[in-house]
């Protein structure tokens, strides 16, 4: 009976005592921050975490060159084999001394990879099957491709952990390679019995972890000798203890130089971030990230490790604290505009109120668009009542670049190619207006040349392409470490980040087509070949809308006064009158287009050359839809359209249904739902309250043209079930979805309505 039990008694301790398991331990006691990144990891593989902006998707599915195959899964793969490398070495670097029983094993940290290696081995299972799925299901692959790309995954791991693995084996040093000639001398050493002086090196201060006393000892009693073979733990108490710290030291020494090589390496692959080839998938980038906030968090642990958190507290506030100073704060500008520091615009509600009641400037800018509306007039015969159309565009980065451009396709090819020409105004936000923009361009295009061909799928394929891999990259290789490379354009130098990445990837995608300046557009607006543009992106110092047009609009700032409302403040200021001295045409037309869709953290703020300096991003801030500009548009010249349209037909462009209601708004919340819902609530219904706004709007609109106002509405078939996400890349299951949504029965009903009102006959 005492037999047996003794018997299990020693299995349990040998199964507690696992090498492997004990790590896993110490990890969840010790070294959370580590299993943080592992955490996001697992949940962008399960899709539990950042699905709403398709980050899993850049996992499962990584793209490089606009393809989703075996090079794209082959570095994802090499790029994650760094990233578990970086783990290894880190914890190594944390927990080894705890551990001295590994330093009398043939290649220490080898032998503590392998142990190390639960977690990295259930990831890469896991999301190869997720992969897998995700593969076939959104992608459509054959098993044929699915096996390839898991393949190709497999390899560039492997060849990562290889590459890492033989420069350990071969530089770190274990008992049996010490000379000993070097031990009888250590071992006579004075200096050696009583303090070894540390090797300083880049990233780690002196090497004081080796510190083998028994409260900081970890039992072991089994550990992996190879994969496959489980051998029991030696003892270390007969070997001498300065030999054992010789080997951590120099152990803990290649692995910080192995650190430094890495960064290093980083940077200079970063030089090279305009190469098509050295855009990595976005995947592979974030990995990258990990890695290297890996290695500093690691280093910063080995100098000063229990006050490693006040360090980084106290270090961050300093970062804060320097940004205020132009030597430490790259600003991302405006390409095109004049930022000479000697002749910035002033920025005050002084200023603003001149620009948006200055009697001359308003007039002139009145009238410069009555003209435009004239010219519109004159397009369509003289006894006629032509309707005038008015398009509004969401924003939701590429889901709703790709609607947009593919209904203004649609709606044009419907119409004959009538479309443009009954189109007056472009307003909205975000990635709607770049696919409005791309579409009007090509129109432009279209007018000059004949035989272009406005409706080729290549153009939807083209406006679809991947922004998010230049943009991850560049925050992986150039922002959060040095911006070191600049460009000059119409002889002014700007910094090259994840702004410029933006745009040139933009211009490439787009075959160069928005290398324009604004002003380029005046002319072609003024004699109404194309529809004027009204970008309307949030100023973040004050939220007031900086209207961004190739013509002067100062009109939309100008709010009605009188004796009862005299305190009526101006919430939009107009672009080229504030920075008409910073040659505000001059702005580079991609530039316009990237302010006006400046996701938060995605893409930088963009800072204008004004005192006090004011800062620009998404319109959607304010107003997704577009339709403040819209109404305010209509309701200015309300008595011309009276007089000289037949109606106004408003067409919204839309990447969500209206009146979404959602049964977890209702259900029962956690504690900490509730203590986050007052500003969280908020945050999830902005774009429901501009609903209930811009309806407000609309309905007053309606009251200004009784039985002459329209509102068509087309939808992006976006289910709570099967969401496209909200990102600059797209899954080709999510590009399917979006070009199939013109067959929802809505979106239909709206375009037969259409037809309907531009023959001037009444929908039923």
Request: hydrophobic share 40%.
């Amino acid at each position: 009976m005492n037999a047996a039990a003794d018997k299990y008694k020693i299995l349990f301790r040998k199964i507690f005592y696992f090498f492997p398991l004990q790590l896993l331990f110490l990890h969840l006691k010790k070294n959370l921050l580590l299993l943080v990144y592992w955490l996001l990891l697992f949940g962008y593989t399960f899709s539990a975490f950042g699905t709403k902006y398709g980050i899993p998707y850049l996992f499962l599915g990584p793209e490089y060159l606009n393809q989703v195959d075996y090079k794209s899964f082959a570095i994802l793969g090499f790029a994650f084999g760094g990233f578990v490398m970086a783990f290894q070495i880190a914890s190594y670097i944390m927990n080894g001394f705890r551990f001295p029983f590994i330093a009398t094993l043939a290649r220490p940290f080898y032998k503590y990879s392998l142990n190390n290696s639960f977690i990295p081995f259930v990831y890469i299972l896991l999301f190869l099957y997720h992969s897998a799925k995700f593969q076939h299901n959104s992608e459509q692959f054959s098993q044929i491709q699915i096996i390839s790309n898991l393949l190709a995954f497999i390899v560039g791991y492997a060849l990562n952990i290889i590459i890492t693995l033989s420069y350990f084996i071969t530089t770190n040093k274990n008992l049996s390679s010490i000379n000993e000639q070097e031990i009888v001398k250590t071992r006579k050493s004075k200096v050696s019995r009583t303090h070894i002086d540390p090797m300083r090196i880049p990233l780690h201060k002196g090497i004081k972890w080796f510190n083998f006393s028994t409260r900081n000892q970890r039992y072991i009693e089994t550990y992996l000798h190879t994969p496959f073979r489980i051998s029991l733990a030696r003892s270390m108490m007969h070997y001498d203890e300065q030999t054992l710290k010789k080997i951590f030291t120099q152990n803990h020494m290649n692995a910080s130089l192995y650190q430094v090589v890495v960064i290093i390496s980083l940077v200079i692959i970063g030089a090279f971030k305009e190469v098509p080839i050295f855009l990595l998938p976005a995947g592979a980038s974030i990995l990258l990230l990990f890695t290297l906030f890996i290695m500093i968090s690691s280093a910063l642990h080995s100098w000063i490790k229990g006050w490693s958190t006040f360090a980084l507290i106290a270090g961050l506030a300093l970062i804060n604290y320097l940004s205020q100073f132009d030597f430490f704060n790259y600003q991302t500008k405006a390409y095109g505009l004049s930022y000479k520091e000697y002749d910035l615009s002033p920025y005050s509600e002084k200023r603003i109120n001149e620009i948006a009641y200055d009697e001359y400037d308003n007039h002139n800018d009145y009238n410069n668009t009555l003209d435009i509306l004239e010219n519109w007039r004159k397009k369509f015969p003289e006894n006629s009542k032509p309707k005038m159309i008015f398009i509004n565009c969401s924003g939701g980065g590429m889901r709703s670049t790709l609607w947009t451009f593919h209904m203004l396709q649609y709606l044009d090819s419907m119409l004959n190619g009538q479309l443009m020409k009954h189109t007056q105004l472009i307003s909205g936000s975000s990635g709607g207006m770049i696919g409005a923009a791309y579409f009007r361009e090509l129109y432009l295009q279209k007018l000059k040349n004949s035989s272009f061909n406005l409706y080729h799928d290549s153009l939807k394929t083209n406006v679809a392409k991947d922004l998010l891999n230049p943009i991850i990259f560049t925050i992986a290789t150039n922002d959060i470490l040095l911006r070191l490379q600049s460009f000059n354009y119409h002889n002014e130098t700007y910094t090259k980040d994840r702004a410029y990445a933006f745009e040139k990837q933009l211009l490439k995608n787009t075959n160069n087509i928005f290398e324009k300046k604004l002003s380029d557009y005046s002319l072609v607006e003024y004699k109404s070949q194309v529809p004027m543009m009204v970008f309307a992106p949030t100023i973040i110092n004050e939220s007031r809308r900086l209207l961004i047009s190739a013509q002067p609009v100062s009109y939309l700032c100008r709010n009605q006064r009188n004796q009862a409302n005299e305190g009526t403040v101006s919430d939009c200021i107009d672009f080229s009158h504030l920075l008409k001295k910073q040659e505000a045409g001059n702005i580079r037309f991609s530039s316009v287009l990237r302010m006006n869709a400046t996701f938060p953290y995605i893409l930088p703020s963009t800072h204008l050359p004004t005192y006090p300096s004011i800062q620009v991003m998404d319109a959607g801030m304010r107003d997704n839809f577009g339709i403040s500009v819209c109404t305010k548009f209509i309701h200015t010249f309300k008595d011309w359209l009276i007089q000289h349209t037949g109606g106004v037909i408003l067409i919204n462009i839309r990447d969500t249904h209206k009146g979404t209601h959602s049964e977890t708004n209702f259900s029962q919340r956690t504690i900490m739902q509730s203590l986050m819902s007052p500003l969280g609530s908020l945050y999830e219904n902005i774009f429901v309250i501009q609903d209930y706004n811009n309806d407000d709007l609309l309905h007053y609109s309606g009251s200004w043209y009784p039985n002459h106002f329209n509102v068509l509405n087309l939808y992006l078939k976006n289910n709570p079930t099967d969401k496209i996400s909200l990102s600059f890349h797209l899954t080709g299951k999510e590009k399917r979805q979006v070009i199939s949504s013109v067959s929802l029965p809505e979106n239909k009903a709206s375009l037969d309505t259409l037809l309907l009102l531009l023959q001037n006959k009444t929908p039923e």
